[in-house]
């Protein structure tokens, strides 16, 4: 388990990428996060690891009139926007208009200073993923993880990397604790690469039958982190992204 050096709990929890979290204190943390374990999977096959729901078709679930769902297999660059629909839940359909607005490298020496890291963490590649969010659907999708991985360049998919404290380099990196219709919020997820890997692209994929809707674009360096207290502050760092 990762920790802060110096606390006395776990200061974040590794519940998605390629790396392994533990068990332990997990308040804050999201009810959908699961044991903590490693998941991954290559972006092509046909397993159930890497996806972000109950299996549905999403093109046959529900959506709001009006909403129209961008279409599967669509190559999209930073600064485009999809809309898009999930099940969060085998009773819930999400449906959402992601804007992924930045793409950012980073290394472990500049965001992960002070966290107590093994040898195989030590040597992943960070990537922090921005995005806008709007919710278009009729579910209050609160709390949520955002249903996002990474594709590094195995073609192996990569989920974000949950926190049971702030992170401020990086931060909210789940839906705020409400979320209803209409409500837009900017997003922010780190995905831990390992073996020092490349980001290759953004993509929601909701089920190993759908194809992927994905971002690709240059990567920049990270943003300042924002002062403590700020806008981002207010929501629940201890959730999954995925």
């Known amino acids: 388990m990762l920790r802060r050096v110096g606390a006395g709990l776990a200061a974040v929890v590794l519940a998605g990428g390629v790396l392994a979290g533990c068990s332990g204190d997990d308040s804050g943390s999201d009810p959908d996060a699961g044991d903590g374990s490693s998941s991954a999977s290559t972006a092509g096959e046909t397993g159930t690891a890497g996806t972000a729901g109950?299996?549905?078709?999403?093109?046959?679930?529900?959506?709001?009139?009006?909403?129209?769902?961008?279409?599967?297999?669509?190559?999209?660059?930073?600064?485009?926007?999809?809309?898009v629909a999930y099940q969060p839940k085998q009773d819930e359909v999400g449906v959402l208009d992601?804007?992924?607005?930045?793409?950012?490298?980073?290394?472990?020496?500049?965001?992960?200073?002070?966290?107590?890291?093994?040898?195989?963490?030590?040597?992943?590649?960070?990537?922090?993923?921005?995005?806008?969010?709007t919710n278009r659907g009729d579910t209050d999708l609160g709390g949520r993880r955002v249903p996002l991985y990474v594709v590094d360049g195995d073609n192996t998919l990569i989920e974000a990397t949950s926190f049971a404290s702030a992170f401020t380099a990086c931060q909210p990196g789940a839906f705020p604790k409400k979320f209803p219709t209409g409500k837009k919020t900017k997003v922010c997820l780190v995905y831990l690469v390992p073996r020092q890997g490349d980001l290759t692209a953004v993509s929601f994929r909701p089920t190993q039958e759908f194809d992927p809707i994905t971002w690709s674009g240059e990567l920049q360096d990270p943003e300042p982190p924002k002062p403590a207290g700020g806008k981002g502050g207010k929501n629940k760092s201890g959730q999954r992204g995925g």
Do not use: C, H, M, N
């Not at 529900?62 to 485009?80: R, T, W």
């Not at 992924?100 to 093994?118: A, M, V």
């Not at 040898?119 to 969010?133: E, H, L």
């Open 54 to 83: 109950p299996s549905a078709s999403a093109s046959s679930l529900p959506v709001p009139a009006g909403v129209e769902l961008s279409p599967q297999g669509s190559q999209l660059a930073v600064g485009d926007t999809a809309t």
């Open 98 to 133: 992601i804007t992924i607005t930045r793409l950012e490298k980073t290394t472990i020496k500049k965001s992960f200073e002070g966290w107590d890291l093994d040898a195989g963490q030590k040597k992943a590649s960070p990537y922090f993923v921005r995005a806008t969010i």
